[in-house]
């Protein structure tokens, strides 16, 4: 499997990406998509540190168009087709698209930002949870890289 590099400019959220601010996605940075392998790509956003274990998903974003920066403020919506062209399923909060970090008072939490390029266009509909992508995903992953950043209240 090749890598991909993932970057966010920061290290620590500022609120604007937060449920303090206008929860909205942050702009990410997608390095060594080798377009003759990766077809599309896919966001899992997810907080490993979350009291209910295995992770909170905090976003789900696949069949997006190969670019090599993510722009911020993804629309919630179950299909995007305008900053970037992408299919976006339900995060823990039991909604479409991005929902950024709200860690409970008094915590810092870590949010992982992993980026997978696929070799084909998944038959999966919006709304989808990570089960399903995860297995849609199965045998398909070319490329993958991650990133984290961090963010307390």
């Known amino acids: 499997m090749e890598s ?44 490993p540190d979350s009291p209910k274990g295995g992770g909170f998903i905090h976003w789900l974003a696949w069949n997006i168009e190969l670019v090599k ?29 991005y929902n950024g970090p709200c860690p409970p008072r008094g915590q810092t939490h870590r949010y992982f930002f992993k980026v ?8 999966l509909p919006p709304g989808a949870d990570k089960n399903q992508l995860t297995k849609a995903m199965e045998g398909h992953v070319v490329q993958f890289g991650e990133t984290y950043v961090t963010y307390g209240r």
């Open 4 to 47: 991909l590099t993932v970057k966010i400019s920061v290290l620590n959220l500022p609120d604007a990406y937060t449920c303090d601010g206008e929860d909205k996605s942050p702009e990410i940075d997608i390095g060594g998509v080798n377009t003759s392998l990766t077809k599309s790509l896919a966001i899992i956003c997810i907080d």
């Open 69 to 97: 920066l993510m722009p911020e403020k993804i629309p919630k919506t179950p299909e995007v087709t305008f900053p970037v062209k992408a299919v976006q399923g339900i995060n823990s909060f039991g909604r479409i698209g």
């Open 116 to 123: 997978y390029g696929i070799d084909t266009v998944l038959s």
